[in-house]
Nanobody, 116 residues
Framework: QVDLVERGGGLVQPGGSLILSCEAS????????MGWYRQAPGNERELVAA???????NHADSVKGRFTISRDNVYNTVYLQMNSLKSEATAVYYC??????????WGQGTQVTVSS
């Protein structure tokens, strides 16, 4: 069992920046993937970015160059730095942890609203 605690989120103006963090605890083994997904009203949940335990990353095309995912393996924490935010980034952002057996764990979600 893995528990995820998300922090960050909130209201930000277009063009602004925001950082999300997610700390994992529980049965954490060395091989895993942590990532961020988002779901806007009426849309399916989509991958924003993911980072493997060895450091490899994957960012959705829509956020490349503006969002950066990183992680701290000592504290089992993943971060999502979001810059140059656009209104279409408004969504609930979910932290995901996938273990070496491909079990998925989800955070409770945090709202990000980009609006003036």
């Amino acid at each position: 069992q893995v528990d995820l605690v998300e922090r960050g989120g909130g209201l930000v103006q277009p063009g602004g920046s925001l950082i999300l963090s997610c700390e994992a605890s529980g049965s954490i083994f060395s091989m895993n993937v942590m990532g961020w997904y988002r779901q806007a009203p009426g849309n399916e949940r989509e991958l924003v970015a993911a980072i493997f335990s060895h450091g490899g990353t994957n960012h959705a095309d829509s956020v490349k160059g503006r969002f950066t995912i990183s992680r701290d393996n000592v504290y089992n924490t993943v971060y999502l730095q979001m810059n140059s935010l656009k209104s279409e980034a408004t969504a609930v952002y979910y932290c995901n942890f996938r273990d070496f057996q491909l079990n998925d764990y989800w955070g409770q979600g945090t709202q990000v609203t980009v609006s003036s």
